[in-house]
């Protein structure tokens, strides 16, 4: 199977809270799970990624944990500021694919 | 880090006319390419992937003979658009995979509207 299920859809989070975004993959062929950042009118940008060998990376206020035997890997973001207002898009990829979950609206507020 | 050019940003045609957007690999040498459609508030659906020096692959309903998918060097590959129609309206985004790193990027996409 080739899906990626995001959730949630939508996200509302206080200034300084967390936010955290929850993704599933069904495929063991996958070796490559990265998260991106989209603003309005730009292409995604890459944020953080993970490889399935470890269970967590973290890159500044940016973490990926995750779950090999789940098949699962979340995002959070701490203290999250109005800045990471954005849509996020993790995915899962293998050398000839990357598919994506649909995205997650985040709104920070202020 | 690499980075990934596309153009152009954005562009306007009339009804009928073909579009071509190009979608360059700045840092690396990528030899699969992958051309998204969004559509606003959705995710990004894979149209095709644009192999170098080969075929594209589509995706089930893509149109082959609509979206052309060149891929003539290992830092170039081009989508054009035919006889466009308002209904191909949308914002078209490449992205290369770093074969070296595994890492993909994306180009900054493009907004074509037809009128």
């Known amino acids: 199977q080739q899906q990626v299920k995001q959730s949630p859809q939508s996200l509302i989070v206080q200034k300084g809270g967390i936010s955290i975004i929850n993704c599933a993959y069904e495929?063991?062929?996958?070796?490559?799970f990265p998260w991106y950042q989209q603003f309005p009118g730009k292409g995604p940008a890459l944020l953080i990624a993970i490889r399935p060998d470890v269970s967590e990376k973290k890159e500044g206020r940016f973490t990926i944990s995750f779950n090999k035997s789940a098949k699962q890997f979340s995002l959070h973001i701490m203290d999250s500021q109005p800045g990471d207002s954005a849509t996020y898009f993790c995915?899962?990829?293998?050398?000839?694919?990357?598919?994506f979950g649909k995205g997650t609206r985040l709104h920070i507020l202020p | 880090g690499a980075v990934v050019s596309q153009h152009p940003s954005w562009v306007i045609c009339k009804s009928g006319t073909s579009v071509k957007i190009e979608c360059r690999s700045l840092d690396f040498q990528a030899t699969t390419m992958f051309w998204y459609r969004q559509f606003p508030k959705q995710s990004l659906m894979l149209m095709a992937t644009s192999n170098e020096g080969s075929k594209a692959t589509y995706e089930q309903g893509v149109e082959k003979d609509k979206f052309l998918i060149n891929h003539a060097s290992l830092t170039l590959s081009t989508l054009t658009v035919t006889s466009a129609h308002p209904e191909d309206s949308s914002f078209y985004i490449c992205?290369?995979?770093?074969?070296?790193?595994?890492?993909?990027?994306f180009g900054q996409g493009t907004r074509l509207t037809v009128v």
């Open positions: 992205s290369a995979r770093d074969p070296i790193h595994s890492e993909a990027f």
């Open positions: 995915a899962a990829s293998r050398s000839d694919k990357i598919i």
């Open positions: 495929n063991t062929a996958f070796d490559y």
